[in-house]
């Protein structure tokens, strides 16, 4: 099967998913018990009022009008209304996504540097205490909540050093504009990136020193994983015969671990980071809302909170087309490396 | 056999499982470690009426947010409410949800994986196919999305967090049927004129439960855990049940002022738990799919 | 002073299970420029023999006692430095199967300059590049392969790259491992003539690791047998295959299939290898030989010397 062919093929694959998806959300939001208005509105307005907000919110067609809605709605982009303010969902989260995307990153890049040395240096004392500790450490990250680690770590290095931020993105007045030629800007929404288009240490020093606990506290939790696939794809390849081939020729330690051990084992790491995605999405929504970082997650508690519920639908909708798209690039990707996939 | 000799047959063989336990070198020790401290937070649990000091609800039975001390070792909180008290009880709830949750998980994935696999064709691939995209989702975002909808409860975040893992079950019971369903003796069973119920209830079943019940306990952890997160984002339970999670998300408020006590502990609870029941499914992998590492 | 000296090496592999010893007090060495024949069955501790020489045994295998010393250097205590600086350099190593042997994802060329810039980093990639065609050229592989994968070559060109490997460095001691199992005949008798003219042309001390007693015949100058992990026989070649002492040297050789001899009826020897997770008491042989006797079964015999031979075996005390 040639790449394309596989391409084509999963792309396919990928629209029933969606639909699956879209579908499932659509049944939970509407169909469930108790109607959303109502609650929404409970308290603050005459039945009268509630049947306009109904009717502004396209709540009052009938199901199948709504689903088709829905769904042609999406199509053009349009994730629904808020009920707190009747504006644009999509452009809420417009807005508050490039904060998610930057922790996102952050915290992948911590989460597999930590797995994949942890993992590797397991691998290489196997069977001792090292090793032992290691693998307890990847089970512990695991069970800790995710919230709770921040919260740890808000009380050390926040109350109690006052070294590190408790909470926010930046600093008021601190937030990089990106790129200004004249009238041209250019922004990517990550303040990492724009502090450097602008040019301002200052600005990403700042910005780091914001980002470092919620992505490192995400960024551990996550490592677990990391740490565990790496150990067992490492001990598998560290007993294969060229590795011991190698090391007859005088390589070191080092360069048989790096070179021969851990390049083969690269690639499902690679898949692991893309199936990771849901789980990475999850632990920012806990983690956003423990540092008041102002992303998709906090935006999606938020929403919560005040029990705005087409906003709340928005928000998952995004969620889900989300970790489908990535899993699809996660896959084309694979295929892309691994030519044994496509057979 | 009947049916009941053949379940007889499976809690016979489980039993001395478990004794040889602490043979199988490390993994036998995560599993008896993870027992232990499962055991241990379900006894003090269970035995909260009876352990506990003070009334756990009872506003201002100790000092507004007082340190640990002597009269209260682990602190109060804001309401003066003891935090040793509020600990001993505050498991009732997260261990009561997560119960339901593997039990609906339980009789609702292995059936299904069951019958749908063995029966292949469009079934199999249609229930796969559902079950992917749930599986696709980010697990806290679908239990969100259910328990926004159907408010707050024990059997309502049971059933958010039940809907999220339905899948994983679905997908090791298919896995397992699948590779047993083509096995000679299955092939054999059948050509003898065994029946598809007595070949699924005689032969499939009983090599699939070992993985399922593994995957149980690893999902228990991850049913505490998602318990958690679905308290702190709100969807919990209401106030009044002294509850872990509902310590942690509380106790937010109260750090700025340095009451580091008010969720360490809780936290610490909720890890000990969660951390029990994955050093058990750990243990339990290993023994099932023991690595050729000697 | 012996290039190689092993004295009464254990080598001990700790499962699970039980402790096997794949190396039973073994003691042989090697002189300056010979070739020795290691032969015996599968399992008999010959590859683990061989490993030990630079202290490669896998792990859970782990050498429990006695001394290995190559050119002086103790093998077994130097720091991990020492050794490292060793192997590749002073001992080169041909492995059995040189599929699984090669790395995968690196090209031929990338496998040499490695090891050549690892042991001497001031070398250029330009030189090492050179050096490392320069050796190829000479096992009959073309400059322009260098850049090809290993699955890009065939078993027998393979097998030549890993000599190339083994020699690249010009080292004292070459320990060929089973370096012609995985080959077809034809290909086989290649690579014995290209050791044979190796060694002869530089000045090689070879070990030959082998089950093929034809081999040894042909290029061995003293062989050694091994049974169980122990020494069953040490000679000269032409004495052990004129006058085959021990009851296993003995049978080896009547089993090879003669294919002058019309009529020939195939023996073999009956039974099987020992556990060695639970040996026999005495003489490891004991219960496959035909000439076992009651101090056989509670004795176990040491390698002494026979006339020109060593044997471990009850019966040469006899006589």
């Known amino acids: 099967m040639t790449l394309r062919s596989y391409v084509i093929g999963r792309i396919l694959l990928t629209i029933p998913m969606i639909l699956l998806l879209l579908t499932l959300v659509f049944i939970i939001v509407r169909i469930l018990p108790g109607d959303p208005v109502l609650v929404h509105f409970e308290k603050k307005a005459t039945p009268a009022m509630i049947e306009e907000f109904r009717h502004q919110l396209g709540l009052d067609k009938p199901l199948e009008q709504q689903y088709g809605d829905y769904l042609l709605g999406l199509l053009r982009g349009d994730l629904g209304k808020s009920m707190a303010d009747f504006s644009s969902v999509g452009q809420q989260i417009f807005t508050a996504f490039p904060a998610t995307l930057e922790l996102s990153i952050f915290s992948m890049i911590i989460a597999v540097l930590l797995g994949v040395f942890l993992g590797a240096r397991a691998s290489r004392s196997y069977n001792s205490v090292e090793d032992h500790s290691i693998r307890v450490f990847g089970i512990v990250s695991y069970a800790i909540p995710v919230f709770f680690l921040g919260m740890v770590f808000q009380l050390i290095f926040g109350i109690g050093l006052h070294i590190l931020p408790t909470g926010g993105r930046i600093s008021p007045g601190m937030e990089p504009h990106g790129l200004a030629l004249g009238d041209f800007r250019f922004s990517t929404g990550l303040y990492t990136v724009d502090s450097v288009l602008e040019g301002d240490p200052s600005k990403l020093f700042a910005t780091l020193r914001y980002l470092l606990l919620p992505s490192l506290t995400l960024g551990i939790v996550l490592s677990g994983i990391f740490v565990r696939l790496t150990r067992s794809n490492m001990l598998e390849t560290l007993r294969l015969d060229f590795v011991t081939a190698a090391r007859a020729r005088g390589l070191s330690e080092r360069a048989v671990l790096y070179g021969y051990a851990l390049r083969n084992a690269f690639l499902p790491i690679l898949t692991m980071m893309g199936l990771q995605f849901a789980a990475l999405l999850a632990g920012a929504i806990l983690t956003e809302t423990t540092f008041s970082w102002p992303g998709l997650g906090r935006y999606l508690v938020d929403r919560i909170a005040f029990r705005d519920y087409t906003a709340i639908q928005g928000a998952i909708v995004f969620f889900g087309l989300l970790v489908a798209l990535v899993s699809l690039v996660v896959d084309i990707l694979y295929a892309y490396l691994d030519p044994r996939i496509r057979l | 056999m009947t049916d009941t000799q053949t379940r007889g047959r499976i809690v016979v063989q489980l039993i001395p499982g478990l004794a040889s336990l602490r043979k199988r070198g490390l993994a036998g020790w995560f599993a008896v470690i993870g027992l232990a401290m499962v055991f241990v937070v379900v006894l003090m649990t269970a035995t909260a009426p009876w352990i506990s000091p003070h009334d756990p609800n009872e506003i201002g039975t100790g000092p507004v947010l007082g340190p640990p001390s002597l009269s209260f070792p682990l602190g109060t909180n804001h309401l003066g409410q003891d935090m040793l008290s509020r600990l001993i009880w505050g498991g009732s709830t997260m261990l009561q949800v997560a119960a339901l949750s593997v039990l609906v998980c339980f009789i609702v994935g292995v059936p299904v994986g069951l019958l749908t696999s063995y029966a292949g064709g469009l079934v199999d691939r249609s229930a796969s196919l559902a079950m992917d995209s749930i599986y696709a989702f980010p697990g806290l975002v679908l239990a969100i999305a259910i328990a926004a909808m159907l408010g707050p409860g024990v059997v309502n975040m049971s059933l958010s967090i039940a809907v999220v893992y339905v899948p994983s079950y679905y997908r090791i019971v298919r896995s397992q049927v699948l590779s047993i369903k083509e096995l000679p003796y299955v092939e054999a069973a059948r050509t003898l004129g065994a029946s598809g119920r007595s070949t699924l209830l005689r032969y499939i079943l009983p090599n699939v439960l070992p993985s399922v019940v593994a995957v149980a306990t690893v999902n228990f952890a991850d049913a505490i855990l998602t318990a958690a997160g679905l308290t702190f984002v709100g969807l919990g339970l209401p106030i009044s049940t002294p509850d872990w999670g509902w310590d942690l998300t509380y106790g937010r408020r109260l750090l700025p002022s340095g009451a580091w006590w008010v969720i360490t502990f809780p936290g610490l609870m909720i890890v000990i738990l969660a951390l029990g029941f994955a050093f058990v499914g750990e243990g339990l992998s290993e023994l099932l799919n023991p690595k050729l590492e000697q | ?319």
Not at chain 3, 27 to 44: A, D, M, Q
Not at chain 3, 58 to 71: E, F, K
Not at chain 3, 121 to 135: F, I, N
Not at chain 3, 147 to 158: I, K, L, T, Y
């Open chain 3, 1 to 319: 002073m012996p290039l190689l000296d092993i004295q009464s090496l254990v080598v001990e592999y700790h499962t699970l299970k039980a402790v096997v010893r794949a190396v039973d007090r073994v003691s042989l060495s090697v002189e300056k420029g010979e070739t020795l024949g290691l032969v015996g069955e599968s399992g008999c501790g010959k590859s683990t023999l061989g490993l030990s020489a630079i202290r490669l045994v896998p792990s859970p295998g782990r050498i429990t006692n006695g001394r290995v010393s190559l050119d002086g250097t103790d093998v077994i205590n130097c720091s991990d430095e020492v050794i490292r600086q060793i192997r590749g350099k002073r001992v080169g190593y041909i492995f059995q199967d040189p599929m699984t042997s090669l790395n995968p994802v690196k090209n031929i060329s990338a496998h040499f300059v490695e090891m050549i810039q690892t042991h001497e980093p001031k070398a250029s990639s330009e030189d090492a590049l050179k050096r490392s065609q320069d050796v190829l050229k000479r096992l009959g592989i073309l400059p322009e392969r260098l850049r090809d994968f290993p699955h890009q070559f065939s078993g027998g060109m393979r097998q030549r790259v890993m000599i190339g490997l083994a020699l690249a460095l010009n080292p004292d001691l070459l320990i060929a491992d089973e370096p012609t199992t995985s080959l077809d005949v034809i290909v086989e008798a290649q690579i014995v003539e290209l050791l044979k003219e190796l060694k002869e042309s530089l000045g090689l001390t070879l070990i030959l690791i082998t089950h093929n007693i034809g081999i040894v015949a042909e290029t061995a100058d003293r062989v050694v047998v091994m049974y169980a992990g122990r020494v069953a026989e040490l000679a000269d070649t032409d004495t052990l295959f004129e006058k085959p002492r021990h009851p296993y040297t003995q049978a080896l050789l009547n089993s090879v299939p003669n294919i002058t001899k019309k009529d020939q009826v195939l023996s073999w020897i009956p039974g099987a290898p020992p556990d060695l997770a639970e040996p026999p008491l005495g003489c490891l042989y004991h219960p496959r030989c035909p000439f076992v006797f009651d101090r056989c079964k509670r004795e176990e015999p040491l390698l002494t010397q026979h006339n020109s031979s060593m044997v471990a075996c009850h019966l040469c005390d006899k006589r």
